[in-house]
């Protein structure tokens, strides 16, 4: 059963702190996407890769977050520092990109508490 | 550019009660439609997409949805609502391409937290 894969499940750090989110796509699949998630703003999309490029990241704020897709498995999105503004729900999804429909498979979450 | 609009972001319903979930869009393009689940404390599930073809798509969970162009809406319904249907509902459109697919990035709507009543 393929899934997309996130971890840590829950994080809850200090103001200031590094935060690291990493997430394993499905197999096959060659197109990441970073959403946030909190009850003000709703679903956002942060950043998305496809076959490891990034294609779009205007939804991130530049001067404190960062994603990176070091190799097809792995994806990585990093708060440093980290605010408690940051305090959400952050989602990866992964898709086939141009070789699909669209629909994406999303993982189930890191649930960030930034104290 | 291509948008969703969900009608109602909170509907309430009686178990066993019609379910109607209304999300309309806008795209330049013949789109993909998806709707999406959302349980608490989980991610996105998707319940259903509309692709080419049949207009109405029947989805897990004993969801459909009916794709009309002429009223831009791809409605999600479900005959009668169970106490597990409960969740955050999400419509979303996916911007097609020339040979059929897509550009792989999708539009979300707000999302519609359905209720159900014993």
């Known amino acids: 059963d393929a899934r997309v894969t996130q971890t840590p499940r829950h994080k809850v750090t200090e103001m200031g702190q590094e935060v690291t989110m990493r997430c394993q796509p499905i197999?096959?699949?060659?197109?990441v996407f970073w959403y946030r998630q909190t009850m003000m703003q709703g679903l956002e999309l942060l950043a998305y890769?496809?076959?490891?490029?990034?294609?779009?990241d205007s939804g991130m704020p530049k001067d404190r977050f960062s994603a990176e897709m070091p190799d097809a498995t792995l994806a990585t999105l990093k708060i440093q520092p980290s605010e408690p503004r940051d305090s959400a729900v952050y989602f990866c999804?992964?898709?086939?990109?141009?070789?699909?429909?669209?629909?994406?498979?999303f993982g189930p979450g890191t649930r960030l508490t930034v104290l | 550019a291509q948008s969703v609009t969900q009608l109602g972001s909170h509907v309430s319903v009686s178990e066993g009660a019609l379910v109607l979930l209304r999300c309309n869009y806008s795209?330049?393009?013949?789109?993909?439609l998806f709707w999406y689940v959302q349980y608490p404390n989980q991610g996105l599930q998707l319940l259903l997409k509309y692709t080419t073809g049949a207009t109405l798509v029947k989805g897990i969970n004993g969801f459909e949805a009916e794709f009309k162009k002429s009223e831009t809406s791809f409605h999600l319904t479900k005959p009668s609502a169970h106490m597990s249907d409960a969740a955050e509902y999400f419509c979303a459109v996916s911007v097609t391409r020339a040979g059929g697919t897509s550009y792989g990035k999708l539009t979300f709507g707000q999302g519609t937290i359905l209720t159900v009543h014993p």
């Open positions: 890769f496809r076959n490891r490029a990034p294609l779009d």
């Open positions: 197999l096959g699949h060659n197109t």
């Open positions: 999804a992964s898709g086939r990109g141009l070789a699909g429909f669209g629909e994406q498979f």
């Open positions: 795209s330049s393009v013949p789109p993909y």
